[in-house]
């Protein structure tokens, strides 16, 4: 029986297979590390005397607590310098490339890692955080782990896992004009729930997959923890390689040659077997937003607010009433009508440069509505830097929007960019659960499209919903 | 890792399904650079409601914590289990378990005990109805018995192994580090390095 991408990719990297219940002893060819799961890991090694076995597989950036402003000054909040500090300190002390602050590589861990070419098709890339996912758009395994498995990583390279079971996501038919690989993954999860990936590697396929740019698979297997999924994967095509050529890290010559010919074969064999399957039908898809607190909870933006008492399920009917009255919102209200202050775009989710410029397009001579903030930070300084090279800063600054330096900011609120409680954001970032922005924060989750029209109409709204732009005023 | 054979602590049901790590432990209270310390942090947000379950006195010094499904969403922080920890809990009981929250437990000798839902219903029922009933929870015999209920609880064996035995994940591998050179000297010469290149 022919084996599914995730089988290959698995069994490329397993070091020493394991007998009954032991697992197997799986190779890891990337580690990323940031500052906020990492320093309790470097402790256990330096308690124990062991040095980082790779440092060469490993590379550190800081985005979860750096400020989005003022980023030539020290950070203010002193928690967050110590931490900041401590990853230094470790780089420098166990020989880990680190992109500080200010550097011109820094910037959200998953965003940096694909930018630089380090991520590739075939690998395995491991990282302290849950969103490690999304390099698993080049067809690698990327999962995300805990501390202790950081530090068994450093001193190993390797971890000790059981295989995943794996589920194939089918995408087929056209995304309409005006929906988004985000509205694609977060109908996958209103879909089989938050619950529904434990276990599983998600293999996403299908036309509609197909046609993605290699940002936007991105944003879909990003968000495939939100599914309680452990990793999620694309298989790599032409559209991957492309991506790939040139970028620093990537093979070139005979090398290339040779990468190509072993990332051609990735696929899923016609006569494998997926444990699950589920088909989304991409046609029917419009554009997505959340209006609970887990991102299973979420509908059309053209639906209403729904009514716990039609819910069928006890602990289900529960969890809705909990978060309509946290998300402070009434049943049968059209979403189209649901108000917001803030409207965040950025995050490991929809930080990239495409998210900039199609936020940017529907921004262009258009203005962010009066008591709106608007929050665009890219997600990275290259992402940045590339951004004011095609004046997208100047639509974001001209519309009355902030233009921030690289971070993960408002997606979690380790940094100053917080919601203030009871403060309600459209967020391009991948968790609506209470108090994620900021303690008592309402946060709804929404594609950049949407973000921007939000913005300017100041309740949730996709571009269509926009009256035409006066791009005479804007030239 | 400390070992765990068998517990016994007062039980705290926790009527909530989804309980995603930023609730067991909101991302302000991560920048600390310790593994300890981080009991203040645990459920926050919720704590400052009156009416929670650990604000009730009766309930307050549980170890045994029975959730709703999907306990441990979200972020991957270790965080969540140091927290629980912090605080005194040793055993949490779910019906269901995010992936990495479940490995994370594994690893700092929290025991992740997974029930039915409708063993876990039990189990509120009479957590609430005689609060301050202390629960058992026996890791050999994959039990947690509390009043008249005895309950089964699934772990997978090798987890359940390294708990009892209080095993650390590394020494283990390092026995076999000569396996790790030897699969190490197989990788294609084409794989990237993170050593800086030019342009990068």
Redesign the interface.
Known sequence: MGRTLAEKVWDAHVVRRGSGDEPDLLYIDLHLVHEVTSPQAFDGLRLAGRPVRRPDLTIATEDHNVPTTGIDLPIADPVSRTQVDTLRRNCAEFGVRLHPMGDVDQGIVHVVGPQLGLTQPGMTVVCGDSHTSTHGAFGSIAFGIGTSEVEHVLATQTLPLKPFRTMAVNVEGTLRPGVTSKDIILAVIARIGTGGGQGYILEYRGSAIEALSMEARMTVCNMSIEAGARAGMIAPDATTFEYLRGRPHAPTGADWDAAVEYWSGLRTDPDAEFDAEVTIDADALTPFVTWGTNPGQGLPLGERVPDPAGIADENERFAAEKALSYMDLTPGTPLREVAVDTVFLGSCTNGRIEDLRAAAEVLRGRKVAGGVRMLVVPGSMRVRGQAEAEGLHEVFLEAGAEWRSAGCSMCLGMNPDQLAPGERSASTSNRNFEGRQGKGGRTHLVSPLVAAATAVRGTLSSPEDLPAADLAAAS | MEAFTTHTGVGVPL????V?T??II???Y??????TGFADGLFA?WRSDEGFVLNDPRFSAGSVLVA???FG???????A?WALGDYGFRVVISS?F???FR??AG??GLLAAQCA?SDVELLWKLLEQEPGTEVTVDLRERTVTAGELVLPFTI???TR?RLLEGLD??A???R??G??DT??GS??????????????
């Not at chain 2, 009527?15 to 989804?18: P, Q």
């Not at chain 2, 991560?30 to 593994?35: A, P, Q």
């Not at chain 2, 969403?73 to 965080?79: A, L």
């Not at chain 2, 990788?187 to 990068?200: C, E, H, N, Y």
């Open positions: 009527r909530r399904s989804n995603d930023d609730q909101p991302a302000v991560l920048k600390r650079v310790t593994r947000a709703g499904p999907d969403t979200g972020s991957s922080r270790e965080h289990v269901r995010a992936d990495i490995g994370n690893k700092q839902q997978d064996d090798y192994w994940d590394i283990l591998t390092l076999e580090v396996t790790i699969f190490e990788r294609p010469g084409w794989l990237p390095t993170t050593t800086p290149v030019a342009g990068s």
